[in-house]
Nanobody, 116 residues
Framework: QVQLVESGGGLVQPGGSLRLSCAAS????????MGWYRQAPGQQRELVST???????NYADSVKGRFTISRDNAKKMAYLQMNSLKPEDTAVYYC??????????WGQGTQVTVSS
């Protein structure tokens, strides 16, 4: 089993940057595909980005070129660097760990608000 705790959210002006962190504990971190998802008010949760254990990445079209996902298997951490933030990036951001063998786990979420 995996426990996930996100941090790094907050209020930022349009064009600004934030770095989200996801700390994992419990099981073997390196086997999991790590992902970031977000959910805006009244909207469904949507995929932002994923990274495999070997470092292959995937991004939603809306964040390509602005967001960068990374992970540190030794520290059991995943990160989302968000640059050139837009008001439409405002949402609760969730960290996810997924394994075909051990299932899917979610963090509690961290609020990101982009506003002037």
């Amino acid at each position: 089993q995996v426990q996930l705790v996100e941090s790094g959210g907050g209020l930022v002006q349009p064009g600004g940057s934030l770095r989200l962190s996801c700390a994992a504990s419990g099981s073997i971190f390196s086997i999991y595909v790590m992902g970031w998802y977000r959910q805006a008010p009244g909207q469904q949760r949507e995929l932002v980005s994923t990274i495999t254990s070997s470092g292959s990445t995937n991004y939603a079209d809306s964040v390509k070129g602005r967001f960068t996902i990374s992970r540190d298997n030794a520290k059991k951490m995943a990160y989302l660097q968000m640059n050139s933030l837009k008001p439409e990036d405002t949402a609760v951001y969730y960290c996810n760990a997924r394994s075909g063998t051990f299932g899917s786990y979610w963090g509690q979420g961290t609020q990101v608000t982009v506003s002037s």
